[in-house]
């Protein structure tokens, strides 16, 4: 690897820093911490890395929560050349068996509770064991509190990795996407040219930081752009409407935009002072844009990305913010749709798969070579997973995950067009359509359907509503209406845990 140009996220992150007294991150408890601060602890923190062994191309994984000393250790990490995995706090230390075990991490940074747990499933791989607790303290900052602040940015090649994300696949094992400090870099780059970041700007961060979304969308976005964010622990959203009032931009999932929308707050006056409201991770519901729309003056700017790529298409910072769509390829990145069982690009407005090419595309799955050669074609496009179309203005529209396709009686039926029928009707807050087991058409399209509450939304009436609009084949055989839908931690629906819960319903 070419080391002569310093390619090393950090370094591109901070190397000419003019301003090393200007705020970076402040706290919800009222800590502010400069540019040079963050610099001084990162190195701080890269020298106790070091001495406890770990080596360029190392990996240090992290299961804390979040705290500006857990984003002290992504960036001492990559700093160190070694390259970070962040862990869902939510897995167990079943699921965390297999990440340590597969990652074979040198050092493991965890909550204080967890350590015993997690010290016996490290000791499998050799690894060292350090801790940070809910308020960034423990062992990991007790030494690094005695450490030198001087470190040697470590030289990486733009292709060297400095991060591995584990997918949350729904089926078979997580696979570890790894992301080089280029595919960081430029990523982060292209989205502040892309939505008109700059240092005046600062950003509510309530995201977690163990995600694609809060690590490296929001905290490098914001480093790179010499900008200042609020860091949140979490999503509060009376706290984050008062905050409005000095921030200018805030990245969501779709999660925050409702529940912000409940709170009477809210309104044209205290979003005044805010530019930006962008969401992803998950759908949102074109409902969900409109209201807010109306409530605030805002167009909620989605965009679309994941783990494997980081970001790539987004509705313009100006122009129309189509509700449903995540807009168009970022500059750099190439988007296309193409039929999934014969690779053949499709035309305009045709369902099929999409597939990314771009500086943004990871280089593989962590020590998965064959799972790697089958996700990319020839010509290196990223086979994404997502059904998706692009209108004829060039919007890019996501339908649903590949697996979540409903095949009932031959037919390809794709969920996003039965739920937005649903979604559209009075008194559905949102819906899910799946596919189960079923005797006559192998699959059987299913409805789940959540009501707002004391609305008269029935099966009955659901299906009554639905009839004549849509095909036969594409109507559900049951609607089910419940409180709420499963959500993993990024708020995405959870479509697998439905179709295990509904998966007997017509085969008993």
Same mark, same amino acid.
Request: charged fraction near 25%; charge should be neutral.
């Given at each position: 690897?070419?080391?002569? %140009?310093?390619?090393?996220?950090?370094? #591109?992150?901070?190397?000419?820093?003019?301003?090393?007294?200007?705020?970076?991150?402040? $706290?919800?408890?009222?800590?502010?911490?400069?540019?040079?601060?963050?610099?001084? #602890?990162?190195?701080?923190?890269?020298?106790?890395?070091?001495?406890?062994?770990?080596?360029?191309?190392?990996?240090?994984?992290?299961? $804390?929560?979040?705290? =500006?000393?857990?984003?002290?250790?992504?960036?001492?990490?990559?700093?160190?050349?070694?390259?970070?995995?962040?862990?869902?706090?939510?897995?167990?230390?079943?699921?965390?068996?297999?990440?340590?075990?597969?990652?074979?991490?040198?050092?493991?940074?965890?909550?204080?509770?967890?350590?015993?747990?997690?010290?016996?499933?490290?000791?499998?791989?050799?690894?060292?064991?350090?801790?940070?607790?809910?308020?960034?303290?423990?062992?990991?900052?007790?030494?690094?509190?005695?450490?030198?602040?001087?470190?040697?940015?470590?030289?990486?090649?733009?292709?060297?990795?400095?991060? !591995?994300?584990?997918?949350?696949?729904? $089926?078979?094992?997580?696979?570890?996407?790894?992301?080089?400090?280029?595919?960081?870099?430029?990523?982060?780059? %292209?989205?502040?040219?892309?939505?008109?970041?700059?240092?005046?700007? =600062?950003?509510?961060?309530?995201?977690? !930081?163990?995600?694609?979304?809060?690590?490296?969308?929001?905290?490098?976005?914001?480093?790179?752009?010499?900008?200042?964010?609020?860091?949140?622990?979490?999503?509060?959203?009376?706290?984050?409407? %008062?905050?409005?009032?000095?921030?200018?931009?805030?990245?969501?999932?779709?999660?925050?935009?409702?529940?912000?929308?409940?709170?009477?707050?809210?309104?044209?006056?205290?979003?005044?002072?805010? #530019?930006?409201?962008?969401?992803?991770?998950?759908?949102?519901?074109?409902? %969900?844009?409109?209201?807010?729309?109306?409530?605030?003056?805002?167009?909620?700017?989605? #965009?679309?990305?994941?783990?494997?790529?980081?970001?790539?298409?987004?509705?313009?910072?100006?122009?129309?913010?189509?509700?449903?769509?995540?807009?168009?390829?970022?500059?750099?990145?190439?988007?296309?749709?193409?039929?999934?069982?014969?690779?053949?690009?499709?035309?305009?407005?045709?369902?099929?798969?999409?597939?990314?090419?771009?500086?943004?595309?990871?280089?593989?799955?962590?020590?998965?070579?064959?799972?790697?050669?089958?996700?990319?074609?020839?010509?290196?496009?990223?086979?994404?997973?997502?059904?998706?179309?692009?209108?004829?203005?060039?919007?890019?529209?996501? =339908?649903?995950?590949?697996?979540?396709?409903?095949?009932?009686?031959?037919?390809?039926?794709?969920?996003?067009?039965?739920?937005?029928?649903?979604?559209?009707?009075?008194?559905?807050?949102?819906?899910?359509? !799946?596919?189960?087991?079923?005797?006559?058409?192998?699959?059987?399209?299913?409805?789940? =359907?959540?009501?707002?509450?004391?609305?008269?939304?029935?099966?009955?009436?659901?299906?009554?509503?639905?009839?004549?609009?849509?095909?036969?084949?594409?109507?559900?055989?049951?609607?089910?209406?419940?409180?709420?839908?499963?959500?993993?931690?990024?708020?995405?629906?959870?479509?697998?845990?439905?179709?295990?819960?509904?998966?007997?319903?017509?085969?008993?």
């Amino acid at each position: 690897m070419n080391h002569a %140009t310093n390619a090393n996220l950090f370094a #591109r992150l901070f190397d000419g820093l003019d301003d090393p007294n200007r705020l970076a991150i402040e $706290t919800h408890d009222g800590q502010r911490i400069s540019y040079g601060d963050l610099i001084a #602890r990162a190195g701080q923190m890269a020298n106790v890395l070091v001495s406890r062994g770990v080596k360029p191309g190392d990996r240090v994984a992290a299961q $804390t929560e979040k705290s =500006v000393s857990g984003l002290v250790l992504y960036l001492a990490t990559v700093r160190a050349g070694g390259v970070y995995l962040p862990l869902n706090t939510a897995y167990t230390l079943n699921e965390l068996d297999y990440f340590i075990g597969d990652a074979e991490p040198t050092v493991v940074v965890c909550d204080p509770a967890k350590a015993e747990g997690i010290g016996v499933l490290a000791a499998k791989v050799g690894a060292k064991v350090e801790t940070l607790d809910t308020s960034g303290k423990g062992s990991l900052t007790d030494a690094a509190d005695k450490a030198n602040s001087a470190f040697t940015t470590v030289p990486r090649g733009a292709d060297d990795l400095a991060a !591995i994300l584990y997918t949350s696949g729904t $089926t078979g094992r997580s696979k570890g996407a790894m992301l080089s400090h280029d595919n960081l870099a430029s990523n982060s780059l %292209t989205l502040i040219d892309y939505w008109r970041f700059t240092k005046d700007d =600062v950003l509510i961060h309530a995201l977690p !930081i163990y995600h694609t979304h809060g690590l490296f969308v929001a905290s490098n976005v914001t480093l790179f752009a010499r900008a200042s964010m609020i860091f949140l622990p979490k999503l509060d959203a009376d706290l984050i409407i %008062t905050l409005m009032a000095r921030a200018t931009v805030l990245m969501g999932v779709p999660t925050f935009y409702t529940r912000l929308l409940q709170n009477p707050r809210l309104d044209k006056e205290t979003t005044s002072h805010m #530019r930006l409201f962008i969401s992803g991770s998950a759908p949102l519901l074109a409902d %969900t844009h409109r209201e807010w729309f109306a409530r605030t003056g805002h167009a909620v700017l989605e #965009r679309y990305g994941m783990t494997e790529t980081n970001m790539n298409t987004s509705n313009p910072y100006e122009g129309e913010r189509v509700p449903g769509a995540v807009g168009f390829p970022l500059p750099g990145v190439s988007v296309r749709v193409t039929d999934p069982e014969t690779a053949k690009e499709l035309a305009r407005d045709e369902i099929g798969m999409i597939e990314v090419k771009g500086p943004n595309v990871f280089k593989g799955y962590w020590r998965m070579p064959e799972k790697t050669r089958s996700e990319f074609r020839d010509d290196g496009f990223f086979i994404t997973g997502d059904l998706g179309k692009i209108d004829a203005k060039g919007y890019v529209h996501i =339908v649903g995950r590949g697996k979540d396709l409903v095949i009932s009686g031959g037919f390809n039926v794709y969920p996003k067009e039965i739920e937005s029928e649903i979604d559209a009707m009075p008194g559905v807050v949102e819906s899910a359509v !799946i596919g189960v087991p079923h005797a006559d058409f192998g699959e059987g399209v299913t409805a789940v =359907v959540v009501r707002h509450p004391g609305a008269d939304v029935t099966e009955a009436g659901v299906l009554k509503n639905l009839d004549g609009r849509l095909a036969k084949f594409k109507m559900p055989k049951r609607v089910f209406v419940v409180d709420e839908l499963p959500r993993n931690a990024m708020s995405k629906v959870q479509k697998n845990v439905l179709r295990d819960q509904y998966k007997d319903i017509y085969t008993k």
